[in-house]
């Protein structure tokens, strides 16, 4: 994946992600606040979390299970209301 290659030659489709998140990574580092706390400069969680629904699709896959699931609870109010 790394490589950006993808099956058919070409770039892979996840690749630009993994590259925004790679060059996310090569400045991120851990702040101290005032309070004490500390945070993320640059949120890379956020690119990385784009990148991984790019590689592994479960919010979609998750999106698509509700609509079946909600066009079935459809029909079958539909259906119960036709008898």
């Known amino acids: 994946m790394s ?3 993808g099956l058919n030659g070409g770039v892979s489709r996840c690749y ?5 998140f790679k060059e996310c990574l090569k400045t991120e580092s851990l702040i101290t606040n005032e309070d004490g706390t500390m945070k ?3 949120d890379c969680w956020k690119i990385r ?3 991984f629904e790019c590689l592994h699709a479960k919010k ?3 999106m698509v ?3 079946n699931e ?3 609870k459809q029909a079958a109010a539909i259906a119960a209301a036709g008898r």
């Open 3 to 5: 490589s950006g290659r």
């Open 16 to 20: 630009p992600f993994f590259a925004e």
């Open 40 to 42: 993320w400069k640059n």
């Open 49 to 51: 979390e784009d990148y």
């Open 60 to 62: 979609e896959w998750a």
């Open 65 to 67: 299970k509700r609509v």
């Open 70 to 72: 909600e066009e079935a």
